[in-house]
């Protein structure tokens, strides 16, 4: 069992950036992903980045350029830079990790509120 908990969210002005990290209670080197999902109000939670064990990384259309996002198998974390950002980022924020075997977990999330 792996637990993973986010910080970083918080509140932010319109163009501003937060850096999101989510810490692993165990080893994600061989989580085959890795990857941070957002759900707001109202809305059903949706992919916002990816980054695989080879490193390959994913980005949904809408943070692409704006978001990046990147794991440290040393450290067991995963970090999602956001830039740029706007009112229509605001969310939880969701640390997710998924091994082939051992299936999947999630994260509680974390309140990004983006201000105008």
């Known amino acids: 069992q792996v637990q993973l908990k986010e910080s970083g969210g918080g509140l932010v002005q319109v163009g501003g950036s937060l850096r999101l990290s989510c810490a692993a209670s165990?080893?994600?080197?061989?989580?085959?992903?890795m990857r941070w999902y957002r759900q707001a109000p109202g809305k059903e939670r949706e992919l916002v980045a990816s980054?695989?064990?080879?490193?390959?990384?994913n980005y949904a259309d809408f943070v692409k350029g704006r978001f990046t996002i990147s794991r440290d198998n040393a450290e067991n974390t995963v970090t999602l830079q956001m830039n740029s950002l706007t009112p229509e980022d605001t969310a939880v924020y969701y640390c997710?990790?998924?091994?082939?075997?051992?299936?999947?977990?999630w994260g509680l999330g974390t309140q990004v509120t983006v201000s105008a």
């Open positions: 980054v695989a064990r080879s490193g390959n990384t």
């Open positions: 997710y990790a998924f091994h082939l075997l051992r299936g999947d977990f």
């Open positions: 165990g080893s994600i080197a061989t989580m085959n992903y």
